[in-house]
């Protein structure tokens, strides 16, 4: 088990749907990251929230649309996706955004059909 | 470009033997270094931070830096099936952007 909880594990949808990946951490971290990760290759950063207020957005495009309602929160909203954006989601949470570690949630696995 | 490199291996060990995971980066001003272990179908799990030239120790695990050379390693003692994973090294490159530089990973066999 993680500190970081993430919800659904597993999520179906067709490239039609609206849905949305939830992340929630209790440790006081200020903060989140979302990660893309294909198999066999490394995590690839989508946006990171420092203090509630996105910092970085890594050129991902608008079918995903991130949000973080309070410092214990982060969605993930998607919509329209494509079928390689099938993959595993992960959220993260450092206690600040400069050199501390990341620590991950289980994901959620998402297949587009 | 900032460029995290690891050998993707497989890398085997016999049960009980030392395992020592390579790591090298390419930028100089990076300030923070973690080992996460991934189990496949897993997420990453945090098993060693560094920041300072030298080595740490935790338990079965040693993490060794050095910064003039720009290699982190990773040295698994009393090696284990169980640790049979995937190893990434991970780096916070200069800009306190806090944007982790990822490798490629090295995946560890254990053999007993």
Same mark, same amino acid.
């Given at each position: ?18 849905? /949305? ?11 989140? +990251?979302? +990660? ?25 495009? /608008? ?8 410092? /214990? ?15 595993? +989601? ?24 | ?28 001003? $990076? ?11 897993? $997420? ?34 009393? $090696? ?33």
């Amino acid at each position: 088990d993680t500190e970081v909880t993430q919800t659904p594990k597993h999520l179906v949808m067709g490239m039609t749907n609206k849905k /949305s990946l939830k992340c929630e951490q209790h440790m006081g971290h200020r903060a989140m +990251y979302w +990660y893309k990760q294909k198999a066999k290759k490394p995590p690839e950063l989508m946006f990171v929230y420092s203090y509630e207020k996105l910092s970085i957005n890594e050129s991902v495009p /608008s079918r995903f649309s991130p949000e973080c309602p309070n410092s /214990s929160l982060l969605n993930l909203h998607l919509h329209a996706l494509q079928p390689e954006d099938s993959a595993l +989601y992960l959220c993260a949470s450092s206690q600040d955004q400069v050199l501390r570690p990341q620590h991950f949630g289980d994901g959620t696995r998402l297949s587009i059909l | 470009q900032k460029e995290v490199e690891q050998n993707s291996g497989p890398l085997s060990v016999p049960e009980g033997a030392i395992a020592s995971l390579n790591c090298t980066y390419s930028d100089r001003g $990076s300030q923070s270094f973690f080992w996460y272990r991934q189990y496949s179908g897993k $997420s990453p799990e945090l098993i060693m931070s560094i920041y300072s030239n030298g080595d740490k120790e935790d338990g079965r695990f040693t993490a060794q830096l050095n910064k003039a050379s720009q290699y982190v390693s990773l040295l698994i003692r009393d $090696s284990q099936p169980s640790d049979s994973a995937t190893y990434l090294c991970a780096v916070n490159p200069s800009g306190n952007t806090g944007k982790l530089i990822f490798g490629q990973g090295t995946t560890l066999q254990v053999k007993p």
